[in-house]
């Protein structure tokens, strides 16, 4: 397996404009799983998704952010209008199954940059 | 969740044993204690999980104590490659929370 594919890699935007991004999960995980680094934040959970249902998304910060999982291999994070606070790294990750033993398998994350 | 501290970094020359602490005193009897490592910017690379027992695989060692407050993972022979952050992880209900991590550094 390919692994956690994210796309793209690089991203920059201007403020305002709306921005997209995607990951493909790993064959057969029922969990999904988006994160956001910064320097001063570290790694935030943002949102999960179980069987393409969201769980828990108290950690999207505002209505800018939605994430959709239309199915098992497919999901975006689409920020609509951008500002320059959400230059991050944002992180895509998938587990086959949920409770404690299992890990997480991380995509290789999407820079992002609204100037 | 448990909130879990690690000193923010260490160092460790090369060859030698990598201990890294981590304390979870409010850990609850159905968390477990997961690590995971991110070298420069790449995803966050697992490494070992446990519950109670101490467990080992082909990168690390887990050791928990028996109250399960604390635990350390240990890296049998660090090289440069395992210069990176490690994360300890208390984990449950679906949701893992990364604190800060502790920077390793392995020095030649």
């Known amino acids: 397996d390919a692994g956690v594919i994210q796309s793209p890699r690089h991203e920059v935007t201007e403020m305002g404009q709306e921005v997209t991004l995607r990951c493909k999960p790993i064959s057969g995980h029922d969990y999904l799983f988006w994160y956001r680094q910064t320097m001063m934040r570290g790694l935030e959970l943002l949102i999960y998704?179980?069987?393409?249902?969201?769980?828990?998304d108290s950690g999207m910060p505002e209505d800018r952010f939605s994430a959709k999982m239309p199915n098992a291999s497919f999901s975006t994070l689409k920020i609509q209008p951008s500002e320059p606070r959400d230059s991050a790294v944002y992180f895509c990750?998938?587990?086959?199954?949920?409770?404690?033993?299992?890990?997480?398998?991380f995509g290789q994350g999407t820079r992002l940059t609204v100037v | 969740d448990a909130k879990t501290t690690q000193p923010t970094s260490m160092d460790c020359a090369e060859g030698r044993a990598a201990n890294l602490p981590c304390n979870h005193s409010t850990i609850s009897g159905n968390e477990y204690v997961y690590w995971y490592r991110q070298i420069h910017s790449q995803g966050p690379q697992y490494i070992i999980h446990?519950?109670?027992n101490n467990e080992t695989n082909e990168m690390a060692s887990l050791i928990i104590t028996e109250d399960r407050k604390s635990s350390t993972l240990i890296l049998p022979h660090a090289t440069l490659r395992d210069t990176a952050v490690y994360y300890c992880i208390a984990y449950n209900f679906n949701k893992f929370y990364f604190g800060s991590g502790t920077k390793l550094n392995v020095k030649p």
């Open positions: 990750a998938s587990s086959p199954y949920g409770g404690g033993g299992t890990e997480a398998f």
């Open positions: 446990g519950l109670k």
């Open positions: 998704f179980n069987n393409n249902v969201p769980i828990d």
